[in-house]
């Protein structure tokens, strides 16, 4: 598991956790599929948090879409 340095701290007011959240949102109403949305969603948040492990970006992700 990640440490807790490699997680961001983003709070729902944070243009990256908007951006990520908005990103995945809006495709969904646009009809796009769960899967093309949370990957729009996830390139979304790489480009905001490089420094957070591949492998641990897809759960912060999840979490925020939750």
Not at 3 to 25: F, H, K, M, N
Not at 49 to 65: C, G, K, L, N, T
């Amino acid at each position: 598991m990640a440490s807790r340095e490699d997680l961001p701290g983003c709070e729902p007011t944070d243009a990256c956790y908007r951006a990520v959240t908005t990103a995945y949102r809006r495709l969904r109403e646009c009809g796009q599929t769960d899967v093309a949305s949370f990957n729009a969603a996830l390139a979304v948040f790489r480009h905001y948090h490089p420094s957070v492990p591949p492998s641990r970006a897809p759960y912060v992700v999840a979490e925020w879409i939750d």
